[in-house]
């Protein structure tokens, strides 16, 4: 059983930033990769960065390139994602996951981010 909590979200102004931070704990046995989804209000599910634990590959969503960075702390199976000039169309909840070496994916419950023009 792995749980995975986010926590960091919020209410900013366009062009501010927010960092979101995630943990997975329980029976994590070094989480393969973890990253992030977010879902706005009538829209589905999209992915939006994940980094892989060896080597540390991180991969984007092209609508976040250069705005947003995605870094783990492998010893706490942590990862954090900070988030700079944000736009309205940012907002979202923000879901994260970490997916097991034996091909299970486990996800938080979701932060709210919010962007206000």
């Known amino acids: 059983q792995v749980t995975v909590v986010e926590s960091g979200g919020g209410l900013v102004q366009a062009g501010g930033s927010l960092r979101l931070s995630c943990a997975a704990s329980g029976r994590t046995a070094s989480s393969y990769a973890m990253g992030w989804f977010r879902q706005a209000p009538g829209k589905e599910r999209e992915f939006v960065a994940q980094?892989?634990?060896?080597?540390?590959?991180?991969n984007y969503a092209d609508s976040v390139k250069g705005r947003f960075t995605i870094s783990r702390a492998n010893a706490e199976n942590t990862v954090f994602l900070q988030m700079n000039s944000l736009k309205p169309d940012d907002t979202a909840v923000y879901y994260c996951?970490?997916?097991?070496?034996?091909?299970?994916?486990?996800w938080g419950q979701g932060t709210q981010v919010t962007v206000s023009s």
């Open positions: 996951y970490s997916d097991q070496p034996a091909g299970s994916r486990s």
């Open positions: 980094i892989r634990r060896i080597g540390a590959i991180t």
